[in-house]
């Protein structure tokens, strides 16, 4: 799995950086999934993770190299699906933000489970980590802000804003139903390839 895994990786990330559509806005929306594979690495021998917390990673680092490449207000699928429902938006960003919450929540989850953070598996347990969801998104909306200010020009493309007022709160919407969403999926399977590694 791990060749396969890598090979994905840079197969994706190749294809993302080979003439996007803007430079800069690639390397600011790449840089979350490089900083990610620097951390996997450098952890990968004192505290592997399962193999579906490995594969909800390398898909949310697609989705961001995907927005990388057209940047997140022209992906053209979106485009289409835009047209098809008489939108006035692409929507690719709502992916990228809901696999905010949805990958990051399996990690959390991963890491309080195996350092014994929680007793029990209860309530709490859930509000901590959709907490911890809220939290990393509501960060990254700061990010992308002072980024945006600082690269100047080019913040309408990083931002992905597209005129939509609501845009940084439907972004944290999205990241807490990601949350929920995966937590509601994945928590079962997630247990039993926490049980095979432990």
Same mark, same amino acid.
């Given at each position: 799995m791990k060749l396969l895994w890598l090979a994905i990786f840079f197969l994706v990330f190749l294809w993302s950086g080979y003439e996007p559509k803007d430079r800069m806005i690639w390397i600011l929306e790449v840089f979350p999934a490089i900083i990610g594979f620097i951390i996997l690495a450098a952890t990968y021998h004192s505290f592997p993770l399962t193999s579906i917390t490995y594969i909800l990673i390398l898909v949310h680092m697609v989705v961001l190299m995907i927005g990388g490449h057209y940047t997140y207000a022209e992906v053209p699928l979106f485009d289409t699906l835009n047209n098809y429902f008489n939108g006035n938006?692409?929507?690719y960003d709502k992916v990228g933000h809901f696999m905010q919450g949805a990958v990051p929540?399996? =990690?959390?989850r991963? =890491?309080?489970i195996r350092k014994n953070v929680f007793t029990a598996q209860n309530g709490w347990f859930v509000f901590f980590l959709l907490c911890f969801v809220l939290a990393v998104s509501a960060f990254y909306e700061l990010l992308e802000w002072w980024s945006a200010v600082l690269i100047g020009s080019a913040a309408d493309e990083f931002l992905a804003t597209q005129g939509y007022v609501w845009?940084?709160?439907?972004?944290?919407?999205?990241a807490l139903m990601g949350g929920i969403t995966s937590l509601a999926i994945f928590s079962r399977l997630h247990d039993k390839k926490l049980r095979e590694i432990s």
């Open positions: 938006r692409n929507n929540v399996v =990690i959390a991963e =890491i309080v845009d940084t709160q439907s972004d944290m919407w999205y």
